[in-house]
């Protein structure tokens, strides 16, 4: 999965929220840990593109 622009961040924030707590072992958590990569690849993208701005 990858977050491409605020809209698919907003999306997939709210999708982890829904899940967050979802059991070990379940279709939900895999998708939780796809999602939480993904927002915090997307968070470290935009870090970066910040700093290279300064």
Known sequence: MTIKNETDY???SERADEIYGAKK???EHAELQ???K???DY???FI???K???
């Open 43 to 45: 968070e470290d993208d």
């Open 10 to 12: 907003e999306k997939a």
């Open 52 to 54: 290279d701005n300064d």
């Open 38 to 40: 993904a927002l915090k």
């Open 34 to 36: 796809q999602l939480l």
């Open 25 to 27: 072992g379940t279709a």
């Open 48 to 50: 970066r593109m910040l």
